[in-house]
């Protein structure tokens, strides 16, 4: 599989490239499954998507059928335990995804609350979202990029992040409300602007010190969590 922009990896370009290993001519596939997180050659994820859209609307089904025989607390717990699941691993991989490909999860989360809470197929769920604690896939992907950078104020990222991030103190010295905060990148790329580098910056100097300052990660999760179901109401 060869990683790069449509352009880049369409056949016209690629046409003409064979790669030998082993004196054997190594088929070129246009996606692949590495640790249950499936990568196509483009980095947009609509496959991955697909496949767990698939996966859900599944589940989802099930939940359906049983909504008129068990409470909304046990369809709760089926939520947690066959949607959130899926959607909750690797999300801090593909759920920066342009909006139009996580359209489709977040239309099938719709569909979850709503059988949850036994409900219209038209009713506003974002009340929903508020009643049950739950967050949507935007905030999710938000809560686990606010964890990521909350460990790296910390130090509990592995090695090869030390120097991933910038404080704009590092940069000069001058003393401004806003030292601390970490030093946006600017990309040439529109691709670069949903990687981590990018995206994780924005978020933690958007966030309130109360949060940055929690005393552990439990606690970072529980304040961001909050603040982000505040919004819902």
Known sequence: MLLGTPHMTSVKVQQDLNIVLNNTLLDRVKHTKFLGVLIDENLTWKCHIDCVSKTLSRNIGIMNKLKHFIPDRILYTLYCTFILPYLNYGILIWGNTCKLY?????????????????????????????????????????????????????????????????KRSDIHDYQTRRNNDLQLTKNKRVFSDHSIRTSGPILWNSLDKKIKDSKSIKHFRKHLKQKLISKYN
Do not use: C
Not at 119 to 132: D, G, N
């Open 102 to 166: 996580l359209d489709k999860l977040t239309k099938l989360q719709k569909w979850a609350i709503r059988t949850i809470s036994n409900s219209h197929y038209r009713s506003h769920t974002r009340p929903l979202f508020a009643k049950y604690n739950i967050l949507n896939i935007e905030d999710m992907y938000s809560l686990e990029l606010g964890v990521f950078m909350y460990k790296n104020s910390i130090h509990e990222l592995p090695n090869s992040f030390n120097e991933y991030f910038t």
